[in-house]
Every structure is written in C-alpha cells, then in structure tokens.
C-alpha cells in the first residue's frame, strides 16, 4: 500500500474511534425550551426579540443580532417635533440577565434651525431597560407555558 494511502487509512481510522468513543454512552439532558441561554442567534433571543419590539415605532439603522446590537435611527414624537431621540441596545450576553442589556440614548432639540444636542434624563434609560427585561421574561414565560 503506497504511503499516503496508509497514512490517510490511519487518520481515518483514529477519526472514527475518537467520534465514537467521544459519543460515549451518557445520557443527553431533555432541552429545556425556554432555557435562558439561547445561542442560535449569538445572543440572549428573549432580550433580542423585546428590544425589537420595545422599539418598534423607531426607525432602525443597524439591527446585528450576531454581535446583539440595535441602533435606531433619530425618532421625533409627533406630539414634541422639536425634539428627537436616538437609541442603541447592546445585549452583552447569552443569558436573560439584567446586566446583559445596556441602553444608550441621545436626544436632541431643535435650536434656530439646527439640532443641538441635550441631555438625557437617567431614568428614560432606566424605564427602557425596564421595559425591555419585562418584555424578555415575558417572552421566556410564555414559551415555558406554551
């Protein structure tokens, strides 16, 4: 038998006690449906999917749910034109935690023509991470009742 032939029969052999022994005979866990660590999308999918809905009425400029991160576009509530806001969600982890979620808001206000940019009060972000972790558990409950 030539050289490369053998040495491909060896590998190939090594590949395959290896796949079965690493198969062993242990029994696999039942999946948990609303398991707080969801993986198929890069991030938690409870705060992703509420974070979308919790900023639905706002323009969006980049939604990457490989990297967890949504930025909306400036939104101007038709009741208060003069001012406009703009969001970004970062989710930071694969678990539905409270500290895996960071909002970042601006806001400006319109000044003799031109948008100059303001303060935002601490709690409009605080009431919007709110929202969206209330939405998320939301979310998980129903798909553990569902």
Same mark, same amino acid.
């Given at each position: 038998?030539?050289?490369?032939?053998?040495?491909?029969?060896?590998i190939?052999?090594?590949?395959?006690?290896? /796949?079965?022994?690493?198969?062993?005979?242990?029994?696999?866990?039942?999946?948990?449906?609303?398991?707080?660590?969801?993986t198929?999308?890069?991030?938690?999918?409870?705060?992703?999917?509420?974070?979308?809905?919790?900023?639905?009425?706002?323009?969006?400029?980049?939604?990457?749910?490989?990297?967890?991160?949504?930025?909306?576009?400036?939104?101007?509530?038709?009741?208060?034109?003069?001012?406009?806001?703009?969001?970004?969600?970062?989710?930071?982890?694969?678990?539905?935690?409270?500290?895996?979620?960071?909002?970042?808001a601006?806001?400006?206000?319109?000044?003799?023509?031109?948008?100059?940019?303001a303060?935002?009060k601490?709690?409009?972000?605080?009431?919007?991470?709110e929202i969206?972790?209330?939405?998320?558990?939301?979310?998980? /409950?129903?798909?553990?009742?569902?």
């Amino acid at each position: 038998m030539p050289q490369p032939i053998r040495l491909r029969s060896v590998i190939l052999a090594i590949s395959a006690a290896t /796949l079965v022994t690493a198969c062993g005979g242990k029994e696999r866990a039942a999946p948990d449906v609303a398991a707080s660590r969801v993986t198929t999308i890069g991030v938690n999918s409870y705060l992703w999917r509420a974070s979308l809905d919790a900023l639905s009425f706002m323009p969006l400029l980049q939604a990457d749910s490989a990297g967890g991160v949504i930025v909306t576009d400036w939104y101007a509530n038709p009741s208060n034109p003069g001012e406009r806001m703009k969001v970004t969600v970062s989710i930071l982890d694969q678990d539905l935690r409270a500290d895996a979620l960071r909002v970042a808001a601006s806001r400006q206000v319109a000044q003799g023509g031109t948008w100059v940019d303001a303060p935002v009060k601490a709690a409009t972000v605080q009431k919007l991470e709110e929202i969206i972790l209330t939405k998320a558990r939301d979310l998980r /409950l129903s798909a553990v009742d569902g």
